[in-house]
């Protein structure tokens, strides 16, 4: 008799971490979440609604949710479905990029940041998605000279299924669409994360965003954190170091001229902020090797 939340399976290998995990109750994530790594979700059994950047999915068996690093996602139940089964990759691209490369993809990141998002599987894949999973733990099981080499061939496969499988989604014209939640609550959180993300140079505050989409700040505060795990506040933050990010990254702009752009009024308060964050100053990030 399997228990109310099970691991069934959890391993890993050199720029994998894999996890089985059966929950039988009403789980949703409670906090926000996103990380360096990426993530590579199948769905084994049951529904899951699944909230990437201002998008909540509705998958079900037989689909996959690819979320690229530093992207803000979280599950939660589908109404009526308490159980669910799920095999979770956590992947360090830069450590599987030379099978990647023989795949054809010229730098680590360009599967993510290309097909990230949702994707239905047809019959013949899903099946070879299981297969490859049951034997990626008995890799991680073995633990030989071979196993991070075939662990880390098994992840490239999967990569590459889910990406075949999300090209034939767009070229079946569904581009993301069909599976999005069309609840008010949730098309309503939508508008304002996107909102939120476009103004994200601006310092916005609790009540001039509650009256842009004329509501209360308590309803706004409370459908905004159940269904993104973060508060309007955390959000904002997220956006804003994300875009100091990828100024850092991509512009010649300095650490103050970057402060005042994205309105943190001071560049002594930006750096601390941007160090709680990301771990960092943003000079050192600047010339580290996590720029996005």
């Known amino acids: 008799m399997q228990h109310e ?15 089985e995990r059966c929950y039988q109750r009403d789980f949703s994530m409670v906090t926000q979440h996103f990380h360096e790594s990426v993530e590579l979700y199948f769905l084994l059994e049951g529904e899951r609604f699944y909230f990437v950047e201002q998008n909540t ?8 949710v690819l979320v690229n690093r530093d992207q803000i996602h979280k599950t939660s139940a589908a109404p009526g479905v308490k159980e669910h089964k799920r095999f979770l990759l956590q992947i360090d691209l830069q450590k599987l990029f030379p099978y990647l490369k023989a795949a054809g993809f010229a730098q680590p990141y360009l599967v993510t940041d290309r097909y990230w998002g949702v994707a239905e599987f047809c019959q013949q894949d899903w099946q070879r998605v299981q297969q490859i999973l049951a034997a990626m733990q008995n890799e991680m099981n073995t633990c030989d000279q071979y196993a991070n080499i075939c662990t880390a061939l098994h992840t490239v496969e999967l990569l590459l299924l889910f990406v075949r499988n999300r090209s034939k989604n767009e070229e079946n014209e569904w581009r993301q669409t069909k599976h999005l939640v069309r609840d008010a609550l949730y098309i309503k959180v939508h508008e304002i994360a996107l909102y939120i993300q476009n103004n994200s140079e601006c310092t916005l505050s609790l009540e001039q965003i509650a009256k842009r989409f004329y509501l209360s700040r308590s309803y706004l505060t409370r459908i905004f954190k159940q269904v993104t795990g973060f508060t309007v506040g955390q959000y904002q933050t997220f956006w804003r170091i994300k875009k100091a990010r990828m100024l ?4 010649q702009m300095s650490v103050t001229e970057i402060s005042e752009q994205l309105g943190f009024g001071n560049v002594t308060y930006f750096e601390r902020v941007f160090r709680s964050n990301v771990g960092i100053s943003p000079m050192r990030y600047r010339n580290s090797d996590l720029k996005m």
């Not at 850092?248 to 512009?251: F, K, N, R, Y």
């Open 57 to 64: 999915y509705h998958i079900k068996q037989g689909m996959a």
């Open 5 to 19: 939340d099970e691991i069934l399976f959890s391993g890993s290998a050199e720029g994998v971490f894999a996890e």
């Open 248 to 251: 850092l990254s991509g512009t």
